[in-house]
């Protein structure tokens, strides 16, 4: 009973995250069949959002790439440092964490407690938004021969 109990906290920040970060309750649609397709994917991605946070926090020293691809970090991380050159290694799931939620509007200071879901979730929309502009970008250079 104790050890079920011990798991509220986590459960209580999923239901936050579809509602304060995915606004599920502000969804509107027609029918309830398009309301639980649109709900059932945002499960998953608060699923995902709190996944990730979990494995910054106890995992610090993993290598991103345990949790992204190479063609999800690499393009946030060129971002994030304005175009500097990529590290030989893949860097940890912490470092990359901060990196998601500084794209989300997460701003690294002492006050500050660790990213949240909001910030976090922001951050992992503009990485998907780097990663296929980057893509794109490889495909057309191949095409123009460069």
Excluded at 44 to 54: D, N, S
Excluded at 80 to 99: C, K, Q, Y
Excluded at 103 to 109: D, I, P, T, V
Aim: net charge positive; with cysteine.
């Amino acid at each position: 009973m104790i050890s079920a109990y011990s798991l509220r906290w986590n459960i209580e920040l999923y239901f936050k995250t579809l509602k304060s970060g995915l606004k599920i309750e502000k969804l509107k649609y027609e029918t309830l069949d398009r309301y639980l397709t649109a709900l059932s994917m945002l499960m998953i991605v608060a699923w995902r959002v709190e996944y990730l946070k979990g494995a910054a926090r106890h995992d610090p020293g993993a290598s991103c790439e345990r949790y992204f691809s190479p063609e999800e970090w690499q393009p946030a991380y060129l971002v994030h440092n304005d175009g500097g050159e990529l590290p030989s290694t893949p860097i940890t799931i912490s470092e990359f964490m901060l990196m998601i939620a500084e794209l989300g509007g997460w701003q690294r200071k002492k006050s500050q407690g660790p990213p949240g879901s909001t910030t976090v979730w922001r951050g992992l929309r503009r990485m998907e938004a780097y990663a296929d502009a980057f893509q794109a970008f490889k495909k057309a250079k191949s095409r123009c021969g460069g």
